[in-house]
């Protein structure tokens, strides 16, 4: 079993910032893609970051700029740095990581979300 857990939402006032974190934990290989995604109240979920095995990374165009994805490959880990937030940017945030577990078999995970919340 994998399972991925998110940290790090919450309220700031526009403008501030957030870093959210995600870990997976289990029966893991290796990962390929990691990413971001968020979805607001009636709206589709979008990408907001992906960053590959090796470091390639991509940006929804309205966070490019603001928003910085990492990861740690030791830590099984991927990081959102939310710089300059604007109450566009509320949603609940998910993880996602493309991931090969034990048995050889790549699958897709996801967290469990976590709020973001940007209002005066």
């Known amino acids: 079993q994998v399972q991925l857990v998110e940290s790090g939402g919450g309220l700031v006032q526009p403008g501030g910032s957030l870093r959210l974190s995600c870990a997976a934990s289990?029966?893991?290989?290796?990962?390929?893609?990691m990413g971001w995604y968020r979805q607001a109240p009636g709206k589709q979920r979008e990408m907001v970051a992906v960053?590959?095995?090796?470091?390639?990374?991509r940006y929804a165009d309205s966070v490019k700029g603001r928003f910085t994805i990492s990861r740690d490959n030791a830590k099984n880990t991927v990081y959102l740095q939310m710089n300059s937030l604007k109450p566009e940017d509320t949603a609940v945030y998910y993880c996602?990581?493309?991931?090969?577990?034990?048995?050889?078999?790549?699958?897709?995970?996801w967290g469990q979300g976590t709020q973001v919340t940007v209002s005066s």
């Open positions: 996602n990581m493309h991931l090969r577990q034990v048995t050889g078999w790549f699958s897709d995970y």
């Open positions: 289990g029966s893991i290989l290796s990962i390929n893609d």
């Open positions: 960053i590959s095995s090796g470091g390639s990374q």
